[in-house]
């Protein structure tokens, strides 16, 4: 064996001509040729202290490098949930240039307005002049209107001028993040669907769109209200053929008045602009009590992987000899606990028996006219047993859907619409006809006016506090009247006129009322009485 000297050095070289001269001296925890584990040698308790130590130091380091990087990656996880939202909020978004210096903000929305609601429109004011600098920024609730309204509005004539529409010049910087969500969204045959009459439903839009193949969800945002929606919505078929045909058929197709605008989705389904994030804010952070649970119960896992690796055996076999020793140790408890029960339940039954005893005494003494038997048992409700619960399920369900039949033809008796096609006609619609029927309801509902409007009935100087009153007493001679509402409107020649809105509770009644006040002199006026367009008043223009 050569050593080199000052520098610690060992040959290997030298120990090849080493020879064994006696038998191997197995030490602890080493295994023997049949591969049989020694028995490790009881450590002192000093040993078994510093062992107890090294394990507590070893699982507090565990902890803290495990809570180090479950924070980096939740915190890198809030950054690109946060990149996601401000891509969103630019991909919302469209620049309107070259729009004529007269024009207002309210022309601006009217004009977008029919690709989806319109979240904001920023124009910047000139404060010499007092006019806008000819440009606007408007954004949107969902990115594939800004999409729609980029491709459908850029060079359109508004207000005298051909606008100029593109995207903001932020678009760039997010560039990454918007090219990874509309890479997501080439999964999906999605489509996007705007300017929906207010009186089509969900149910009627599917009749129309399944002419063109499989549709796998149909679904109009909501608007807070029940059964109204915003407008717009989505709908995702099953291939890609028919997502294209739909698109290219029924893109600015006429339905109930308004054109319908339809492009393909540019964002998958769980993405929605919720507006431009704090940058302020940042990421949010875990709270510490979840944190330190978590990294708890990891670094005991990875403590676990480590012993079972080094000792070669199963983690489940350790973990189930832990969990038998806390069994063993919660039956013994939970014996010592039943034992200690019972004996206080003896007690209390015993307390209780008493009690009885001398309360019958003395109700027996008080009470001359009533008595209560107390020695009978209550009896117990019969208990429904699992073929009678199904029976009565399925009963419900027949009895709920005769009764829904029973409402339908009630309601169809009366006059009153149903609430989707395919109840109305009870029967499947699609295509051609389901289009045809659309049409049908929405213009029979939109004839179907409820408000009487009432002109040249009084003029200006004859509104007073007791004219409603009056009015709505002589119209409640054809039928129940909802409201009355008097409007004073000027004309161009600085004249005023008034007229008067009363709403009826069904389409008869203000047709009786037109029939019986149009041509009626009031105080030496002839009223003018006509059917006022619901739209226009759900929407409180009374300038029609």
């Known amino acids: 064996m050569v050593v080199k000297e000052g520098s610690g050095y060992v040959d290997p070289d030298s ?40 394990k507590k130091y070893a699982m507090e380091v565990s902890i803290k490098m495990v809570l180090m990087k479950q924070t980096l990656s939740h915190q890198q996880a809030q950054t690109k949930a946060l990149q996601r939202q ?6 919302s978004r469209i620049y309107v240039g070259c729009i004529n210096y007269d024009t207002k903000e309210e022309s601006v929305k009217q004009a977008f307005n029919a690709f989806g609601p319109i979240r904001s429109i920023t124009m910047s004011w000139d404060p010499i002049t007092q006019k806008h600098k000819g440009f606007a920024f408007v954004e949107f609730e969902t990115p594939e209107a800004a999409q729609l309204a980029e491709e459908q509005m850029n060079g359109v004539l508004v207000c005298g001028r051909n606008i100029k529409v593109g995207r903001p010049s932020q678009m760039p910087q997010a560039q990454q993040c918007i090219q990874e969500i ?34 796998k ?10 059964n109204k929606h915003k407008g717009y919505g989505y709908i995702e078929y099953a291939t890609e053929q ?39 804010s940042g990421a949010g952070a875990l709270p510490a009590a979840t944190a330190m649970a978590a990294a708890t119960v990891t670094a005991k896992l990875t403590a676990l992987d480590a012993v079972s690796k080094n000792l070669g055996v199963d983690a489940s076999k350790i973990t189930e000899q832990s969990s038998k ?35 019958s005494t003395s109700t027996s003494t008080s009470s001359t006219s009533t008595s209560v038997d107390t020695s009978k048992p209550i009896p117990v409700p019969p208990l429904i047993t ?28 009366e006059g009153v619409e149903a609430v989707t096609l395919s109840q109305q006609e009870n029967c499947s619609i699609k295509g051609q006809s389901a289009r045809q029927i659309v049409m049908q309801k929405l213009m029979k509902n939109r004839n179907e006016s409820v408000v009487l409007l009432l002109r040249n009935m009084v003029g200006p100087e004859d509104v007073d506090e ?42 008869e009644q203000v047709k009786a009322a037109k029939e019986a006040l149009n041509g009626r002199f009031f105080s030496g006026r002839k009223v003018e009485a006509s059917v006022y367009d619901q739209d226009l008043f759900d929407q409180q223009d009374l300038s029609g």
């Open 182 to 215: 509309q890479t997501e969204a080439k999964n999906y045959f999605r489509i996007y669907i705007s300017s929906v009459h207010k009186d089509l439903s969900e149910e009627d839009i599917k009749t129309v769109f399944s002419a063109y193949g499989t549709i």
């Open 466 to 507: 007791d004219l409603q009153t009056e009015i709505e007493s002589e119209c409640s001679k054809y039928g129940k009247v909802e409201q009355v509402i008097i409007y004073k409107e000027q004309q161009e020649n600085s004249e005023v006129i008034v007229k008067i809105f009363v709403e009826f509770d069904k389409y």
């Open 15 to 54: 120990f090849r001509d080493l020879k064994e001269t006696g038998g191997l001296v197995y030490g602890p925890g080493s295994k023997q040729d049949g591969g049989i584990t020694r028995a490790l040698i009881k450590p002192s308790a000093s040993q078994a202290l510093q062992i107890q130590k090294a």
């Open 242 to 280: 028919a997502m294209t045909d739909s698109i290219s058929s029924m893109n600015l197709f006429d339905l109930g008045g308004q054109y319908l605008r339809v492009g393909r989705a540019c964002t998958p389904p769980d993405h929605k602009n919720t507006g431009m994030p704090d940058s302020k």
């Open 217 to 226: 969800t149909c679904q109009l945002a909501s608007s807070g209200v029940p």
């Open 325 to 359: 020793k806390r069994r063993s140790r919660s039956r013994s408890k939970s014996s010592e606990r039943k034992k200690r029960e019972s004996a206080e339940k003896k007690e209390v039954k015993k307390e209780v028996k008493t009690e009885e005893s001398t309360s």
């Open 86 to 91: 401000q891509a969103l909020s630019i991909m």
């Open 386 to 413: 699992k073929e009678e619960a199904i029976e009565t399920a399925d009963g419900l369900k027949t009895a709920a859907a005769a009764a829904h039949q029973l409402e339908l033809k009630k309601k169809l008796e």
